[in-house]
């Protein structure tokens, strides 16, 4: 395995592993009343909290990664769309036409932010 990938394997490793002890304490609480809390922050829970915050990463992951797919999709056929219009001037339509192709999915990953987002 490449040190690179080891790295980032082990990076990946270090930032879930954190993650789950960030939401432990709350995944293990137990209800209780919380008459004078809510009343105190406007009836927000901690549970309500979470799942706002769950969906606003759901939301920013969603445009993030579909970026990430349509960058590169979108250099692929960069990098084979200007040497075929080199060669044929002619091609010129086509290639724009299979650029605007991958373009498709970060609309469709901004379509689920907004749609996550009107959530919260």
């Known amino acids: 395995m490449k040190k690179r990938t080891l790295a980032a394997v082990a990076l990946l490793g270090i930032v879930m592993a954190t993650g789950a002890m960030m939401f432990m304490p709350a995944a293990f609480a137990q209800d209780e ?28 992951l969603a445009v993030g990664i579909a970026g990430f797919g349509t ?38 990953g901004m379509v689920i932010a907004f749609i996550l987002m009107g959530n919260i």
């Open 33 to 60: 009343d919380h008459g004078e809390e809510a009343a105190a922050t406007g009836g927000a829970t901690t549970g309500e909290g979470l799942r706002v915050l769950g969906l606003a990463i759901g939301a920013g």
């Open 71 to 108: 960058g590169t999709a979108q250099a692929g056929v960069g990098a084979g769309g200007t040497g075929a219009i080199a060669e044929k001037p002619e091609l010129l339509i086509n290639v724009l036409i299979l650029f605007a192709i991958p373009e498709t999915i970060v609309i469709f």
